[in-house]
């Protein structure tokens, strides 16, 4: 029998666990570079967590089970419901603006395709206590520094922009009744995946003719560079909402942001949470799935019994991010695991006798220590094991080492000489 790892999971074997260690490490270099101080929580909670607020989308996609107090738990699809919850139950102790970031794994009981796993991890940047379009804009800014770090740039990705007050009041505006709100937003996060017979079919059952379902459709498909804002103005139906679209227009622009981003009212995002901006990250290519997506979250604190705090944050997955990376060949090569410093080779018994104490001097010494585990005593055979593990130096331990001594060989260089086993660590590290 044949075991294989669970539907929509990934194995990371040491080569996979490298390109993975490379985005950690990109995520959590610039989260720090932008102030964000690095958090997390625990891989499941309690069901009703996430029932409180993200909406059907995510609830349906729970991998959800009992303790045994017959419980219920989830594994978590997303990390906003837990921060929400962190920061309820500190918010008077915790300094503002509260600036996090989490690079956790999730779950979601989604069916897998292009982009879309049942396991993925998934980078947070959440800013909290900060209403002005700054922070928007500033959480916007570490976004883009990532992808740039990368190599990535404004023509391979797109920030799309919108705000739902201003979704919400030029739906109004085409007689969308405030009742089937929640459904006209529904349909809008659904556009791209439905034929656009079926987005008119479900536009007219929301009570809307012919000519508003044009307009709607319209609204869905313009879109808007920074600096344009004002096209939208004479748009019918939006009123003070667009304001907050002009500061963070403001914003986008001062953070050097604007090739970057786009307005597009056709995303409104499906977590139930987001209260005014929303944005997604989108390869222009139109080949995939989001990259990353957030918005603003004004009232989630308080909903989850903390103080009225304004919050706004994105969360980016692994998996768009790599397939972006490997099309645009932007993984380095040569990601690996860490390389030793030196490779212990025995070739004698009083060789073998030294190895272990020589071994754990240099380890204690901090230096990475491989060692030979074959019977043979051939010398060649093992050089060439310690150049294809990539050590920089092989140590030969032959008869001299009862008499304190070493062959140090710098398999760069193919320079060997006697080194006193009390000063190899010394002679390694220099
Ligand atoms: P989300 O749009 O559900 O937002 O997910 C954000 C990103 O996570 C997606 O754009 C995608 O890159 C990745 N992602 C989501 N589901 C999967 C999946 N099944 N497989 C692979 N990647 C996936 C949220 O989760 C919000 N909680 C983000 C947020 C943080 N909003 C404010 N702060």
New binding site residues.
């Given amino acids: 029998m044949k075991l294989k790892p669970p539907k929509g999971t990934r194995d990371f074997y040491p080569d996979d666990m490298a390109r993975r260690r490379y985005l950690h490490d990109a995520w959590r270099r610039v989260s720090q570079r932008h102030g964000f101080d690095e958090v997390d929580g625990p891989i499941f909670e309690s069901l009703d967590l996430y029932k409180i607020k993200s909406g059907d989308g ?1 609830v349906s996609e729970l991998f959800h089970f009992k303790d045994r107090g017959d419980r219920g738990l989830a594994i978590r699809p ?3 419901p837990t921060l929400a919850r962190m920061v309820a139950a500190q918010a008077n102790g915790l300094p503002k603006p509260i600036k996090w970031f989490c690079t956790p794994n999730l779950c ?1 009981a ?1 069916r897998p395709q292009r ?4 396991e ?1 991890d ?1 980078w ?1 940047i ?1 800013m909290l206590g900060e209403d002005g379009a700054i922070a928007d804009a500033e959480v916007i800014a570490v976004a883009v520094d990532l992808l740039r770090g990368l190599g990535v740039g404004p023509e391979q990705v797109k920030v799309k922009l919108s705000h739902r007050e201003v979704v919400r009041q030029v739906l109004t505006s085409l007689g969308v009744p405030g009742d089937k709100m929640n459904d006209a937003f529904t349909l809008l996060d659904a556009k791209d995946k439905l034929p656009p017979e079926v987005f008119s079919e479900k536009a007219k059952a929301l009570g809307l003719g012919d000519e508003q379902v044009q307009r709607f459709e319209t609204l869905c498909s313009q879109t808007y560079g920074v600096g344009e804002i004002d096209k939208l103005r004479n748009s019918a139906g939006i009123e003070d909402a667009l304001d907050d679209l002009v500061a963070i227009d403001t914003a986008l622009a001062g953070f050097g942001l604007s090739g970057w981003c786009v307005y597009d009212l056709g995303i409104v ?3 139930a949470y987001y209260t005014g901006t929303v944005f ?1 990250l989108h390869v222009t290519t139109g080949k995939e ?7 603003r ?1 004004d009232k989630l604190i308080e909903l989850f019994g903390g103080p009225s705090m304004p919050a706004v ?5 692994d ?2 991010l790599t397939n972006l990376l490997e099309d645009e060949n932007l993984l380095p090569e040569n990601l690996t695991q860490p390389k030793p410093d030196a490779y212990i080779i025995a070739v004698t018994d009083a060789g073998d006798a030294a190895l272990p104490g020589v071994v754990s001097s240099l380890r204690f010494a901090g230096l990475h220590t491989r060692m030979n585990y074959k019977a043979t005593r051939k010398v060649g055979k093992l050089l060439k094991d310690a150049e294809n593990c990539g050590a920089k130096f092989a140590v030969i331990l032959d008869d001299d080492a009862s008499n304190g001594n070493a062959s140090v060989k710098d398999l760069a260089t193919g320079d060997q000489q006697s080194i006193s086993i009390e000063g190899l660590a010394n002679h390694l590290q220099g």
């Fill in positions: 995510i997303e990390f906003t979601r989604e982009g879309r796993l049942r993925f998934q947070n959440d995002r499906g977590l997604e799935r989001a990259l990353g997506g957030g918005g979250y944050g994105f969360g980016m997955g998996v768009v």
